[in-house]
């Protein structure tokens, strides 16, 4: 038995594991494994299908580049809400271009065609990482995410002035989806994934992965806050959500301090929040500071403003980070202002590069015609991957494009020379949101 995301939910059996020769006669064996272990999870055909074809894909590409003799470990993970997948074996330089959004497939290219296999597997799932470890040691995992209708609004019914004293409750599954209805009516409310889709609010909340409070009144819901762990030591927080009029952000400041103690107990090192601005509760905060989005073309509201808050509730540990010597600068800056423990030391991008392709995923935020740039591995080719991709997101009319920076993996650090090359700038630090603490770009 284990515990997920650090809350307070414990299931027994959540992942299933089998180890196989890396040959062509085992690949119907990794096939079999992956889709009746899906299956067994309760998943349905639509996500089983994704990850066998990018189990089978994946396989039958990396199969040609091994040495004989070789094993492929995988290890499926199910989180109620999504299922994870980690293949896992060792590979010397392997291709990773048809991985990126911007691979194209030439029919007259035989070298090209080879591609498809990898291109077909990144999006036959909802994400792709990559980790390299030692001795030439590659963990791909595939994270494909049940299918969920996204909310029907429902407008908060009117509440008299009678409607008796403010209680503060944890939900069920039902009262989420309710609460998660209920949002879905303020078209300006800055609304996580998984709250814009109840049943996958439900499901998460059912696992542990993610906690929440109500505030009620009479049988009225007045709002409610949510929280998930981000990574080991962060929790990000969502809210507090306030449907009525709140007479001196007295059901705000409520759910705001009862999910900080929650918080607080859980043994997190730091507290996020990444909305809009906390009018008379930024005392509370450290400001890591904000990004201006400008709103998509269809609406007529005016941009929105990003800003992200951070609350430290453990000591902070001390750690080094590598840069090149401008983004080196701006990481001092920060960490001076912020008092984070953290050495800095300059580097060149060219000692983390990779032979061959650099490779990017990319993260759509279609409400806010927002795309999210994550480097995942550093290559000879990052300036031009990097100009490939912002030239796919202009002419999809994305409007708001940012890069996250990794601060704890070379391979994203390393990206730094060429997003400043295409116009970007460091904007703000974001401390242990990552595999380290993270850096967002924009332009």
Known sequence: MKQRHGLAHIRPWSAAS????????????????????????????????????????????????????????????????QLRLTMSFRVADPDLSAFNLTYRADPNDEASLAGLGPMIAARSVTRLNLDFGNNDRVRVQLTREKDYD????????????????VALHAPGPEDIMHFAAL???????A????????????DM??????????ASAGGFVLGGVTWRRLNEPTIELFGPYVFY???????????LDAAIAQVSRSGARALLRRQGPLPGFERFFDFLGELKLKPPK??????????????????ETSGVVYAAPRFAGFLRAEYGRLCLPRQVRETSSSETERPGASLLSVEFEHRRSLATLRPLAAGSDMAENLAAHLALLERDGILNVIAELDAGRPASTAFAPALYGSGFSPRLAVPDAGTGDLVIFAR
């Open 191 to 202: 609304v996580p994934a998984f709250l814009a889709r109840p049943g996958m609010a439900a």
């Open 298 to 315: 269809e609406t007529a509201q005016g941009g929105v403003v990003w800003t992200h808050y951070y609350k430290q509730l453990r000591e």
């Open 245 to 255: 009029e709140d007479a001196g952000g007295e059901v705000f400041a409520e759910l």
């Open 18 to 81: 089998a180890s196989f020769p890396f040959s062509i006669g085992f690949l119907p064996a990794a096939i079999e494994f992956t889709d009746k272990a899906a299956r067994g999870f309760g998943f349905g055909e639509a996500e089983t299908a994704g990850l066998v074809l990018a189990v089978e894909e994946i396989f039958s590409f990396y199969l040609k580049q091994l040495a004989v003799g070789e094993g492929i470990d995988l290890v499926l993970e199910n989180d109620v809400y």
């Open 205 to 214: 909340l059912a696992s542990g992965a993610i906690g929440a409070l109500l």
């Open 183 to 189: 949002l879905a009516s303020d078209a300006g409310a």
């Open 150 to 165: 996204l909310a029907v609004a429902l407008e908060p019914p009117a509440r008299g002035k009678s409607a008796g004293p």
